[in-house]
Structures are given as structure tokens and as C-alpha cells.
């Protein structure tokens, strides 16, 4: 029986010892597996069927919520007083994302032109895109501005040609007609006799070159040679460097295109993306942790530097001439209209923006731009891009249409694109990349537990074994003792 114990306590012990030895393998080997099936997974390559097509046909629903500041007291503003507006809204909008075009390069690049469409949403609209709002003219007190500096004969005959054309300094309009055009003689003209001088040559709209519209041919890196590179632009339209900007630093195109960032991600790291509707790149830095339907994330969020003027922050002196923070000039892009790209409601602007428009309350909640983003793989779960449309005023001497306006950095519009993760995709992102990784955690450890727990069974069961021989002996010797005849005396 003794010899049995034995056996079987050493039996035991090299169990045991294996058994901890295996889990002390999926400890220190178990994350690089899991890290090297995350890079395999996420590199760009149709054979990755899962990502490549979240890559290709983003299959998370995107929406465009448009607000318009709608002006209240037109006939005041146009005496001098302070404007006063109402925001209304939301106008909904549905997003489509496709790429098309897809061509991959030797050099671990791929190429794509990303199509977008949108399609209105009544249900999920506080109103329809048959409202009437009151805006400012962009035709009329953008150009006013732009001619600014040209001859009074200019500036009088700019003025009578828009009294020919009956545009005045604000426009009454629906939001279907502002959002993607409208028939205006006065395009029609400029159109026909300065070609090139505005965006788009069919109807005018704040939307009408976004809609059934491509963002411009990126070629971004596929992560095959280094996943540290994956989805980082390469170039834009052929360009390595923009030409907007008044220094080298000003016109890089940094990072990625803005749908996905590289995987294992820490707290220091930022997320840069190149926009080509700010017409520059951008970077969000890291703000706090946070969990999504189970899924870990960490909340990147715009610094107040984003859109500080080159006073407060001397980085962006090149995107100059700036007014005051919170505002990008983006004049040099948009064929030198003089129109400002900030965060709404003037968010993390300098405050006494505030003070020359009536009817703003900026907040975090409601203005704040983020992105949600699970670190390990880099994928985006909740995205919230908020920004706002602003027309900079004032009054031109020789353009009557301009009459006594105040100067002014007056907002039009704000929009937020909004998209998050939901659905069978969830799922499969929670099971491949947060359970399936905790299962094989739990089981390092449980392998861990039951090898230590079996070596010490074996151990006990050894010397289990050790003690009752002993005992056996001590018990044997003294029956043996005890049975021995006495020495009688004689």
C-alpha cells in the first residue's frame, strides 16, 4: 500500500508539475498570441473577411445632425445691434460610406476614393427639411468682405449687381433648399463669367458638394510590413504635404483618414487624422476609460490647442490670419471665402466670441467632440464629431447690402457625425476580442491553481505515506518489545 502511495504521490507531483508549468506558458506566451491574431486580423487584405469588410463597407450606422442658427431680428442686425438666433434643429441625415476604387500597391499601400450619401431621416428630425429658416448670404456678405480691399468703383458696381439680381443680405429658405441648393440667377451669372469662382457650378448649398461625393483619393498603409502604420495616410490626391498652410509643420498630413487608428494604444497616445473638410489634420488626446456593452474604451477628445489662434499657441501660426481661439481660418481653402471653422456654440473658444451673438450656451455634453476607442485593436465604438459653420461680417463701405452690421464671427450652422457600434457586430467584437481573451486569462491562472494544488497533494500524500511507515515501525518495535521473555532472578 505503501508503494502504491508513492506511485501515486509521484504520479501526482509531475501532473501537477506540468499542469503549472503549461499555465506558467499561456501566461507569458497567451498575450503574444493574442496580440499576434489581433495584427493578422486587422492588417487591410480581402482575406481578413471580418475587418476587411468593416474597413470597406463600414457596417456601423452613421448619421448627420444639422442645426441652423436662425436669425431673429434681421432687420436690428442689419442696423448694427447684436444679432439674437434660435438654434433648430436637428435635421437628420443618414450616412452612406463606401469605398470604391480599391488598389493595392507593392509598397503595402492601398488606394480608395470613399463615396457619401445622405438621406433624410424624418423620424429622428425635430422638424423637416421644409422649414424656413433665416441665415446670412453667403453670395452676398462673403463676397462684401472679399472685395474689401478693391477699388470703391468695384465695390459699388459689386452692389448693383446684386440689387439686378434682388439678393439681399439674408436668405429665407428651407432647409431642404439651404442644406443642398437652390436656384440662384446670381450663380448662374458668376458661373458663366467667372468660372472657378465658386465651389461647386450647379445649384448653391452649404451640403451640395457633399452629397454623392467622394473625400479625395487616399492612399493609406495596409499594416502587412509594420501594424504600426496601418491605415496612417501615405498621401492625399497624390499629395505627401498640403498647400493651404504658411509652414511645413501647418500642412502635414498626419495620421490616419479617420475611421481607424493604429491597435495598442496607451494612455499617451493621441489619435491624428487628416480632415479633408477642415482641410488640415487634427489630433484628439486621450481624456479617460470607459466601457461600451462590456467592451473597454478609452474617450479621446479635442485639446483647447485644436483651434487656438498662433498667440495663445505658437504651433498654428501657419494657419493664419487668426482672430480669436476656438476659430481656424479656413479662407484659404475654401476659395478665399471668409468663412471659420470652430467647435459649437464656440465651445473651448475664447469667451468674448459670446459676447457679440445672442442665443449661444456652449457645453461639454452637447458640444464636445470625441472618439470612443477599443486600444487594443484601435477600432473606433463611439464617435461623435461635432463642428460649426461661421461667416466672418462686416460692414463694406460702397455694398449698401452690408448696410451697419457690427463685425462679427457670426454662426450659421453646426453638425455633429455621429456613429456607434451596435448589434450582431458588437457581439462579434465582444466574443473575439474581450471574452475569448479573458477565457484563455482565466485559464492561465486556473492551470496555474491546479498544478500548484496537485504538487502539493502529492507532496502531503508523500510524506502522508513517510509518516504512517514510521508509524508502523515504531508500533511494530514495540509489540516486539513488549512480547520479549523477561530475565528471572535467581
Known amino acids: 500500500i505503501t508503494m502504491n502511495k508513492s506511485k501515486l504521490a509521484i504520479g501526482l ?190 445649384k448653391f448649398g452649404l451640403f451640395s458638394e457633399f452629397n454623392n461625393s467622394n473625400t479625395g483619393m487616399f492612399t493609406v498603409h495596409t499594416g502587412k510590413d509594420d501594424i504600426r502604420l496601418i491605415h496612417k495616410v501615405n498621401s492625399w490626391n497624390g499629395l505627401t504635404k498640403l498647400i493651404y498652410w504658411k509652414t511645413p509643420q501647418c500642412n502635414m498630413i498626419n495620421g490616419t483618414a479617420g475611421q481607424m487608428w493604429p491597435p495598442f494604444m496607451t494612455k499617451e497616445s493621441t489619435l491624428p487624422f487628416y480632415s479633408p473638410d477642415a482641410c488640415r489634420s487634427l489630433e484628439l488626446v486621450y481624456q479617460r476609460e470607459g466601457i461600451m456593452k462590456g467592451i473597454p474604451l478609452y474617450r479621446f477628445v479635442a485639446p483647447k490647442t485644436m483651434f487656438a489662434n498662433g498667440s495663445d499657441y505658437a504651433p498654428n501660426e501657419g494657419f493664419c490670419p487668426c482672430r480669436q481661439s476656438g476659430l481656424l481660418n479656413v479662407s484659404s481653402c475654401r476659395s478665399n471665402a471668409p468663412v471659420f471653422i470652430s467647435q459649437p456654440h464656440f465651445y473651448n473658444a475664447d469667451p468674448v466670441l459670446l459676447d457679440y451673438v445672442q442665443g449661444l450656451q456652449p457645453t461639454e ?102 509518516v504512517r511507515s514510521l508509524q508502523h515501525l515504531v508500533s511494530a518495535h514495540t509489540e516486539m518489545v513488549s512480547t520479549r521473555p523477561h530475565c528471572q532472578d535467581s
Open 13 to 202: 507531483f509531475v501532473a501537477g508539475t506540468l499542469t503549472a508549468v503549461f499555465g506558467l506558458v499561456i501566461l507569458f506566451v497567451g498575450p503574444i498570441i493574442i496580440d499576434d491574431q489581433i495584427v493578422k486580423n486587422l492588417v487591410i487584405d480581402p482575406e481578413n473577411e471580418l475587418s476587411y469588410t468593416m474597413w470597406k463597407d463600414i457596417p456601423v450606422p452613421f448619421f448627420m445632425s444639422v442645426y441652423f442658427f436662425n436669425i431673429l431680428n434681421p432687420t436690428e442686425f442689419l442696423a448694427g445691434e447684436i444679432p439674437m438666433v434660435e438654434q433648430r434643429g436637428p435635421y437628420v441625415y443618414r450616412k452612406r460610406l463606401q469605398k470604391q476604387n480599391i488598389t493595392f500597391h507593392p509598397n503595402h499601400t492601398v488606394s480608395y476614393l470613399e463615396y457619401r450619401s445622405y438621406f433624410f431621416e424624418p423620424s429622428m428630425s425635430v422638424g423637416n427639411e421644409s422649414d424656413v429658416v433665416t441665415i446670412p448670404n453667403m453670395l452676398v456678405l462673403g463676397a462684401a468682405v472679399m472685395m474689401d480691399n478693391m477699388p470703391h468703383a468695384v465695390r459699388l458696381l459689386l452692389s448693383a449687381t446684386f440689387k439686378s439680381f434682388k439678393e439681399g443680405p439674408f436668405l429665407s429658405k428651407s432647409v431642404g433648399e439651404l442644406m443642398w441648393g437652390y436656384d440662384s440667377k446670381l450663380v448662374d451669372f458668376l458661373n458663366k463669367w467667372f468660372p472657378g469662382m465658386l465651389p461647386s457650378t450647379g
Open 365 to 466: 455634453d452637447e458640444h464636445g467632440l470625441f472618439i470612443d476607442i477599443h486600444p487594443e485593436t484601435g477600432v473606433p465604438l463611439n464617435v461623435s464629431i461635432r463642428l460649426q459653420l461661421n461667416l466672418y461680417m462686416k460692414k463694406v463701405s460702397g455694398i449698401t447690402e452690408t448696410g451697419k452690421i457690427s463685425e462679427v464671427v457670426m454662426p450659421m450652422i453646426w453638425f455633429e457625425e455621429n456613429g456607434y457600434m451596435d448589434g450582431a457586430i458588437v457581439k462579434t467584437f465582444h466574443t473575439n476580442l474581450v471574452l475569448l481573451p479573458m477565457v484563455m486569462v482565466y485559464m492561465q491562472y486556473c492551470f496555474l491553481g491546479l498544478g500548484l494544488a496537485t504538487v502539493l497533494g502529492a507532496v502531503l500524500l508523500h510524506y502522508s505515506g513517510k
